[in-house]
Nanobody
């Protein structure tokens, strides 16, 4: 049973930073890309960032480029999302995803194609 558990969400002010973590367990994730998606109230889930198994390849949504950084520690089966210069429009539930695919594929395929998901962590950015 694959389990992805996100943590690190919270309430911050515009301009602040947060670091989200996603711990994976239940199987080996060798070869798996991991990514972050978000869903704001009343909107569809959207891609935020993805990282390849090796960590060499990353992809970002245009809306977060230059502000967010995705990284991973395979020894800990954990992926991180460092979020800087947060804006009110970043407010959403952030979900971790994992699949045997590439970081690029995670960026372009519809999220419903991805196999493993966490339960989400809420990030609220006040103005």
């Amino acid at each position: 049973q694959v389990q992805l558990v996100e943590s690190g969400g919270g309430l911050v002010q515009a301009g602040d930073s947060l670091r989200l973590s996603c711990a994976a367990s239940g199987r080996t994730f060798s070869g798996y890309a991991m990514g972050w998606f978000r869903q704001a109230p009343g909107k569809e889930r959207e891609f935020v960032a993805a990282i390849s198994w090796s960590g060499v390849n990353t992809n970002y949504a245009d809306s977060v480029k230059g502000r967010f950084t995705i990284s991973r520690d395979n020894a800990k089966n954990t992926v991180y999302l460092q979020m800087n210069s947060l804006k009110p429009e970043d407010t959403a539930v952030y979900y971790c995803a994992a699949d045997l695919t590439t970081a690029q594929a995670m960026a372009v395929r519809h999220y419903t194609y991805l196999k493993h998901w966490g339960q989400g962590t809420l990030v609220t950015v006040s103005s």
